[in-house]
């Protein structure tokens, strides 16, 4: 089986060739390329779209091509809300791709397997490519669940996508009905969720995935994390639009797994997983943020 896969692309031919040479290699029988549009003030963007597209469109082994190529530029708020919902009116269940996610090939495995396997309930939301644990193994399986939405690299099903909210219009009424609060969030892990929401609600960060979590956590849909790296981001630089600078979690190493997978005895959010997250990635803490800032620049490991 072959899941089919959606490309997101915009304006960098480096690492869209990357990834666009891996799902070569995979061969999907069914792959959506969904490009937006240069910008009018950039000068050279066109180039590099054209560019882009170029790679694209070199599909040489059987498979069934969809395009959806914008003619004005949306950003990437409306281009990949528009893009996936494109998806899913033709699909049931499919795996997404940004540019800058580079997958080993085992991740599309791994995605053919759990999207059969939860195809049908309703507890479980999406399947994420990433690991952000520092080698630790969690739980008894291959992978683990997750309240946390890691989308470098992700899939699901239409089922769950139609839930989602590019406006999160209920947030203001959750905000003041303390909602985080009562999801356990505290402290400065809580500060950053309302920063990013009041942000996202308010037109302030041009993104649509801090939308998806929301949707996840107000349905109670869970995340699948694979137990290792099954995706790289090789997309941090100058030239990114949100993975701007140095990072340890850039260029991250990816593994392999064994198939069929070893599913975990209990369909629950692994708390220990989350607590880490929790500690190491969603915290406003100044002091955290300067010292994984400073571990990126001097090259540690995450």
């Keep these: ?137 969690r739980g008894d399986g291959d992978y683990y669940f997750s309240r946390f939405c890691h989308i470098w690299g992700w899939a699901t099903w239409a089922r769950a996508w139609k839930k989602y909210d590019s406006k999160i219009i209920q947030w203001p009424q959750l905000r003041a009905n303390d909602w985080l609060g009562s999801l356990g969030f505290q402290g400065a892990e809580k500060a950053h969720w309302i920063k990013a929401f009041d942000r996202v609600h308010g037109n302030q960060r041009n993104t649509w995935d801090y939308q998806w979590v929301m949707t996840c956590w107000l349905e109670n849909m869970l995340s699948i994390a694979p137990n290792v790296n099954l995706i790289s981001n090789i997309g941090f630089g100058d030239h990114a639009t949100h993975t701007v600078g140095k990072s340890i979690y850039s260029n991250m190493r990816t593994g392999k797994l064994e198939f069929p997978l070893t599913h975990p005895s209990l369909l629950e959010a692994n708390k220990e997983a989350d607590l880490y997250s929790s500690k190491n990635l969603f915290t406003n803490s100044i002091v955290r943020r300067v010292i994984r800032k400073l571990r990126g620049i001097l090259g540690f490991k995450a």
């Design 1 to 137: 089986m072959r899941s089919p896969v959606l490309l997101l692309v915009f304006n960098r031919p480096d690492v869209t060739k990357r990834v666009f040479d891996v799902i070569r290699q995979t061969q999907p029988s069914r792959l959506y390329l969904a490009a937006d549009a240069p910008r009018k003030n950039r000068a050279g963007e066109a180039e590099l779209c054209k560019a882009v597209q170029e790679i694209i469109s070199q599909v040489d082994w059987p498979c069934e091509v969809s395009k959806l190529i914008r003619q004005e530029n949306l950003g990437c708020k409306e281009a990949v809300t528009g893009a996936i919902d494109w998806f899913f009116s033709h699909e049931s269940e499919g795996i997404i791709l940004e540019d800058d996610c580079l997958p080993n090939p085992d991740f599309f495995v791994y995605c053919d397997e759990l999207l059969e396997k939860y195809r049908d309930d309703e507890r479980v939301g999406m399947i994420s490519g990433d690991n952000f644990q520092g080698g630790v193994w």
